[in-house]
């Protein structure tokens, strides 16, 4: 059984940073996109940066140079490292990733991190 587990949320003041983690644990053949999420109250689910396979990246406009993500496929496990965080960033942090079964590729997530940016 496959289970991701992230790490890394906490509370900070603006402008701080934090780095998030996140590992997948199981039977695992290969992984193919890995991503972060997050979910503010009262607010839907949105994509935060997600990675893929080979290394391309994209971000929500919101976190664009402040925001890295990054993956270390022999650990399963990707990374978020979150600069001049902002108020508007607090929200629950999400890890997903598409990981291969025998004929397709299924989403799994990880159960979030608290990230609460406030002074």
């Known amino acids: 059984q496959v289970q991701l587990v992230e790490s890394g949320g906490d509370l900070v003041q603006p402008g701080g940073s934090l780095r998030l983690s996140c590992a997948a644990s199981g039977t695992i053949s290969s992984i193919n996109a890995m991503g972060w999420y997050r979910q503010a109250p009262g607010k839907e689910r949105e994509l935060v940066a997600v990675?893929?396979?080979?290394?391309?990246?994209n971000y929500a406009d919101s976190v664009k140079g402040r925001f890295d993500i990054s993956r270390d496929n022999a650990k399963k496990t990707v990374y978020l490292q979150m600069n001049s965080l902002e108020p508007e960033d607090t929200a629950v942090y999400y890890c997903n990733m598409k990981i291969a079964r025998i004929n397709f590729y299924q989403n799994y997530w990880g159960k979030g991190t608290q990230v609460t940016v406030s002074s």
């Open positions: 990675i893929t396979s080979n290394g391309n990246t």
